[in-house]
Nanobody, 122 residues
Framework: QVQLVESGGGLVQAGGSLRLSCAAS????????MGWFRQAPGKEREFVAV???????YYTDSVKGRFTISRDNAKNTVYLQMNSLKPEDTAVYYC????????????????WGQGTQVTVSS
């Protein structure tokens, strides 16, 4: 069992930056692939980025070049650095943990956090 707690959300102007953090419980954090998802009002949850155990990363096209996912296994924490934010990035952001890699980077997550709100004003 893994518990995930996100933090770092807030209100920022377009063009600004935020760094989200997701702290995980347990001693096996390094064995999980860690992902970030987001859900905007009235929309389905969508995949944002994932970092595998190996450190390989994948991003959805809309955030490539602006967002960076990273992990610190010593701190049991995964980060999402978000730069050049746009109003369309406004959403609740969730982190998720995956035990077994799926062919689809957006699928097969086993544990989810409660989310943190990110609001980007124009």
């Amino acid at each position: 069992q893994v518990q995930l707690v996100e933090s770092g959300g807030g209100l920022v102007q377009a063009g600004g930056s935020l760094r989200l953090s997701c702290a995980a419980s347990g001693r096996t954090f390094s064995s999980y692939n860690m992902g970030w998802f987001r859900q905007a009002p009235g929309k389905e949850r969508e995949f944002v980025a994932v970092i595998r155990r190996s450190g390989i990363t994948y991003y959805t096209d809309s955030v490539k070049g602006r967002f960076t996912i990273s992990r610190d296994n010593a701190k049991n924490t995964v980060y999402l650095q978000m730069n050049s934010l746009k109003p369309e990035d406004t959403a609740v952001y969730y982190c998720a943990a995956q035990q077994r890699w799926a062919v689809d980077p957006s699928a097969g997550y086993d544990y989810w956090g409660q989310g943190t709100q990110v609001t980007v004003s124009s």
